[in-house]
Nanobody, 121 residues
């Protein structure tokens, strides 16, 4: 059983900061890309940032220069440092990871349950 558990969401004023964490656990053989996605009310889920096993990040244009993604491969954990938050960043943030359970299985996407981030103006 694989679990991705997010933490760190909450309510913050515009201009403030939050740090999200996501830990993957269970019978995991290896993890490829890990990332953060968000879904605002009435909108589709969108990519916020993702990072490869080697540490190469990729960001949505809307968060470049404000958010930083990082990961600890030894802990199967990915982080998202969010600075200069704006009301438009309000959404449920989901952790996603492409992982495989055995050495012969394909990589498949797994998702966390989501954590709410609310930015007040």
């Amino acid at each position: 059983q694989v679990q991705l558990v997010e933490s760190g969401g909450g309510l913050v004023q515009a201009g403030g900061s939050l740090r999200l964490s996501c830990a993957a656990s269970g019978s995991i053989f290896s993890i490829n890309t890990m990332g953060w996605y968000r879904q605002a009310l009435g909108n589709q889920r969108e990519l916020v940032a993702r990072i490869t096993t080697g540490g190469s990040p990729n960001y949505a244009d809307s968060v470049k220069g404000r958010f930083t993604i990082s990961r600890d491969n030894a802990k199967n954990t990915v982080y998202l440092q969010m600075n200069s938050l704006e009301p438009e960043d309000t959404a449920v943030y989901y952790c996603g990871a492409d992982l495989r359970l055995t050495w012969i299985s394909d990589y498949r996407p797994y998702w966390g349950q989501g954590t709410q981030v609310t930015v007040s103006s």
